[in-house]
């Protein structure tokens, strides 16, 4: 079955400073993939998504591109400020290639702090 | 902009309890979804659904129970609610022509079993 990824539990950083969280998945078809973020005590939401192999996508000073030839889709920020403190979770979907009866996949999740 | 409305927002019930969380979508989405999150980690599937009157198991069903009688409406049923099922759940859907399976939340449910 499908399967995500995410290797940082925590990551902690001092504002200003560039962050990479780190997404890898695993599925038979051709996949969308996800990164949500969850602040606190609030409901997950779409902060970016891509299907298309070596494009890169960009929202909100975060951006990800998804390279399907080490099947990865990692986050990125050039400089963290101290909104960027939430949940950052990585999704999957095959949705359209596999057909119904349908699940998404999610990773654990990354928790990013960022430090004054 | 998609809408999932959940009630109700927080709940405290007591251990053996029945407990009812509902969902409601205005999105048009064959796609519901209900998950649980426990403090600071991740997201678990518990029910999901696909078209009316049809539920399917998730990852974690045991101990839940899940309705769909309409597109719009999803219920997650807790027959005998336990200490364990305090946590935050979130229902979700997703679908529409373009369908990339991205996920439209709820403002999530609050429960605490005493």
């Known amino acids: 079955g499908d399967s995500v990824t995410q290797t940082e539990g925590l990551v902690t950083l001092t504002k200003g400073l560039p962050v990479m969280l780190n997404c890898t998945y695993q599925?038979?078809?051709?996949?969308?993939l996800f990164w949500y973020v969850q602040h606190l005590n609030e409901a997950p939401k779409l902060l970016l998504k891509?299907?298309?192999?070596?494009k890169r996508t960009e929202h909100q000073g975060f951006y990800a591109t998804l390279h399907k030839s080490s099947s990865s889709f990692h986050l990125q920020k050039s400089s963290v400020q101290l909104s960027d403190s939430a949940l950052y979770f990585c999704a999957l979907s095959d949705l359209l290639t596999s057909g119904g009866n349908y699940k998404p996949t999610f990773g654990k999740g990354t928790s990013l702090v960022v430090h004054p | 902009e998609a809408a999932v409305t959940q009630s109700p927002r927080s709940k405290v019930a007591v251990t053996g309890g029945k407990v009812t969380l509902s969902c409601h979508q205005t999105?048009?989405?064959?796609?519901m979804y209900w998950y649980r999150q426990d403090t600071g980690h991740g997201l678990r599937l518990i029910h999901y659904?696909?078209?009316?009157?049809?539920?399917e198991k998730g990852d974690i069903p045991d101990g839940y129970k899940a309705s769909r009688p309409s597109q719009e409406n999803f219920s997650l049923i807790l027959e005998l609610a336990s200490l364990s099922q305090t946590a935050v759940y979130f229902c979700a859907s997703s679908g529409g022509q373009a369908n990339t399976g991205q996920l439209y939340f709820g403002e999530g449910s609050k429960l605490t079993v005493l």
């Open positions: 599925t038979t078809y051709s996949p969308f």
């Open positions: 891509s299907s298309t192999d070596n």
């Open positions: 659904s696909y078209v009316a009157d049809s539920t």
């Open positions: 999105n048009n989405h064959d796609y």
